[in-house]
């Protein structure tokens, strides 16, 4: 019976330092928002309807599509959002907490293909609220967590940027149907500084 007892605090001691320890590492975290416009229903479809699609209205992504056998957006809907060519660097997500009826959605990172962030740990909230028949506010609330850790105060105005960035290429892809790239969004952010 001792020998029991002692095996179970020693599983214990091993277990649980590592279960605290994942308990409280630190996150970063920052949020954007933006008024779009157009019609809350008209950004939903672009971020939460069309969401393996990201690649049209994001100007880091080259590519993006349904994974794991996901064929459209909904509870538990996998994206994969490629941001070089050979498919080196990605991020793997997936929606969660998927409520039309309220413009909302979580979105969990699963798998970081070289990129410095932990995926357990890292996540966004969008949201899209409707302002008047013609415009909206897009919110997006990122939690994260990089890896090493001492890099996500550093980080923080980079991702902070791109999602500005991103904000503006969704309501440029919404207003004129023209996907933004890499090699466009410099025009297109020229064009939107001057609203």
């Known amino acids: 019976m001792r020998k029991i007892v002692v095996i179970g605090f020693a599983i214990a001691a091993m277990v649980l330092p590592k279960t605290v320890l994942a308990q409280t590492k630190k996150t970063q975290n920052f949020k954007v928002s933006k008024i779009i416009n157009a019609p809350a229903d008209k950004v939903w479809k672009v971020v939460g309807e069309d969401y393996g699609a990201i690649a049209h209205s994001h100007p880091k992504i080259v590519s993006s599509d349904y994974v794991s056998g996901t064929l459209k957006a909904g509870e538990g809907a996998e994206r994969v ?26 979105n969990q990172v699963y798998q970081a293909g070289k990129f410095p962030v ?3 740990n890292t996540f966004a909230i969008y949201k899209v609220e409707a302002i008047d028949d013609s415009k909206s506010r897009f919110v ?27 904000a503006i290429a969704i309501e440029h892809y919404i207003n004129t149907g023209e996907s933004v790239t890499k090699d466009n969004f410099k025009e297109i952010k020229k064009e939107y500084a001057k609203k």
């Not at 490629?82 to 080196?88: A, D, I, R, V, Y």
């Not at 997006?140 to 991103?166: C, E, H, Q, S």
């Open 81 to 106: 959002c490629n941001f070089n060519e050979k498919g080196t660097q990605f991020l793997k997500e997936k929606q969660v907490n998927y409520n039309p009826e309220a413009y909302t959605f979580k």
């Open 140 to 166: 997006f609330d990122m939690t994260y967590r990089t890896k090493p850790a001492f890099m996500g105060g550093m980080m923080k105005g980079n991702f902070k940027k791109l999602i500005n960035d991103y």
């Open 118 to 120: 932990d995926p357990e």
